[in-house]
């Protein structure tokens, strides 16, 4: 009977620990889906992602209490800039707008008005200089060749239109994020292809966000010596590296491995990321891989 | 209209010679009653094109770089300094519209430019469409021999040194352009003069 009650009890706290930490997870996330939002509405989250970024690592390290108590002031945090952040996203809309409005009015005057604002700016200038006939016979300037000023308005026209698409389209039209392996200097190269079991493998982990927003993005790294096995692998991972990255940041993490037994393996680092839109984790996709043979003596030569 | 008025400043000029630019444009206004700063337009337009003469300021280098008649000189490093500028610090909406537009006009037309105003100093040798063609294509050439050259540097081909390298380009020749044409402005006649 003992028995029953103690492994009902052990049931019940597991059940409770799983459910707490599901519901931090989903305070996190809540909390990221906080952060995305205020990015969107061009607010700078630099100082949130940091906090939250806290929070994950102090999960990851076991302390979960502190963890709940940032997660829980970042989406007060959010919540509080909101309001104003949506105010300042439409001011500046409007003042876009105006400011173009008024460019436009600008630019029409100057040229309705051009001989009165031009000639009176030079014979403000020249009026005291003397006039006599007998001049180059030939323009002395392209400034004022009406054959020139319609070239110039083609290549204005056509700039223009160019900036004005990209503006409208979006500087973040082909959203990526990209993962890359580095070698023991923190640059590209320098690999270890052969290494000496026991022997420690020091390197790196690069992350890219271009998603046009801040994203949490989840790196898992396997080593295996299977070679047949394509990413996302369904085995688990030797280290899980997490993060959120603002938009254009890179995140560099160094690795340090060890191979016990001899053979040829793969280092395989897969790149996921919990979506900004439904906030659910996805594989992107990339993935890098090193192979390295581990041997018991190094070959020479 | 155009026309009317530059006809009046044609038969004024022909009438008195060597008048003041104000006395000519006083002339014209009240005889056909219009504004002064149309008139002016009109004469400022005739002086682009050749038609006539100004004369005023001293025919010496030093007057020529200070004066009316360098203005074109100190617009242009003016620009280049305002393009380093926003390369500099415009980072964000709406400053990087400039930073685009000097930018552009930085690499596609000023080398060119001012290549083209060393090299023909006078003003009058090209056409004003043969000048400005001549500035994108002498752009478009010399910036990326700028490029081949920065790439053997221990610098390479980044931002700062391609700032660096071309607006250092464009003020060199800018200055070049500028001494020469002072010096042809100090030769010129001045047949106004006494």
Redesign the interface.
Same mark, same amino acid.
């Given at each position: 009977m003992k028995r029953w009650l103690l492994a009902l009890a052990l049931a019940v706290a597991l059940t409770a620990l799983v459910a707490l930490a599901q519901a931090q997870q989903y305070s996190a996330l809540e909390a990221y889906q906080y952060i995305v939002e205020l990015s969107r509405l061009g607010a700078n989250v630099s100082s949130l992602v940091d906090e939250l970024n806290r929070a994950i690592y102090l999960e990851s390290q076991g302390y979960g209490a502190n963890a709940s108590l940032i997660i829980s002031n970042v989406v007060e945090e959010a919540i509080a800039e909101l309001p104003s952040a949506e105010e300042m996203h439409l001011l500046a809309i409007v003042g876009d707008y105006a400011s173009l409005a008024m460019a436009v009015i600008i630019i029409a005057v100057v040229y309705v008005k051009r001989r009165e604002l031009v000639g009176g700016l030079w014979l403000r200038v020249r009026g005291s200089n003397r006039v006599r006939g007998g001049g180059p016979g030939r323009p002395r300037t392209f400034l004022f060749d009406s054959e020139v000023l319609s070239v110039v308005l083609a290549i204005v026209i056509v700039l223009i239109t160019f900036v004005a698409a990209q503006s409208f389209v979006g500087a973040n039209t082909q959203p990526f994020t990209a993962i890359a392996i580095l070698g023991p200097n923190g640059k590209i190269g320098g690999y270890p292809s052969t290494v000496l079991i026991g022997q420690p493998i020091n390197l790196y982990i690069y992350v890219y966000n271009h998603m046009g927003v801040p994203t949490w993005l989840v790196v898992r790294l396997y080593v295996t010596n299977n070679t047949g096995l394509e990413p996302p692998l369904n085995m688990t991972p030797i280290a899980v590296y997490q993060r959120v990255l603002l938009n254009n940041e890179s995140w560099l993490i160094p690795i340090t491995i060890t191979l016990n037994s001899t053979g040829t393996y793969r280092l395989i680092g897969e790149l996921w990321m919990y979506s900004p839109s439904n906030l659910t984790l996805t594989y992107t996709g990339n993935y890098v891989q090193l192979w390295i043979n581990a041997t018991q003596v190094m070959p020479s030569g | 209209m155009a026309s009317d008025v530059r006809e009046a400043i044609?038969r004024v000029?022909?009438a008195r010679?060597?008048?003041? #630019?104000?006395e #000519?444009?006083d002339a014209v206004a009240r005889q056909l009653g219009v504004?002064?700063?149309? #008139?002016?337009?009109?004469?400022?337009?005739?002086?682009?094109?050749?038609? #006539?003469?100004?004369?005023?300021?001293p025919r010496n280098p030093v007057a020529y770089v200070f004066s009316?008649e360098g203005l074109w000189y100190w617009v242009s490093i003016a620009l280049v300094a305002a393009s380093v500028l926003v390369v500099i610090y415009a980072k964000t909406?709406?400053l990087i519209?400039i930073r685009?537009?000097l930018g552009?006009l930085m690499i596609l037309f000023m080398p060119g430019y001012a290549l083209v105003e060393a090299l023909y100093p006078r003003?009058?040798e090209l056409?004003?469409?043969e000048?400005?063609a001549l500035s994108i294509g002498l752009s478009l050439a010399v910036v990326p021999l700028i490029g081949l050259i920065l790439n053997y540097t221990p610098w390479g081909i980044r931002l700062v040194p391609i700032l660096i390298s071309t607006n250092a380009f464009t003020t060199a020749l800018l200055t070049i352009a500028l001494i020469r044409k002072a010096r042809l402005f100090a030769l010129g006649d001045e047949?106004?003069r006494g």
């Open positions: - | 044609r000029i022909n010679q060597c008048s003041t #630019v104000g #000519v444009v504004r002064r700063s149309v #008139v002016a337009y009109e004469l400022m337009m005739m002086w682009k094109r050749g038609e #006539v003469e100004l004369e005023g300021v009316i909406a709406p519209y685009y537009g552009a003003g009058d056409g004003p469409l000048r400005l047949r106004c």
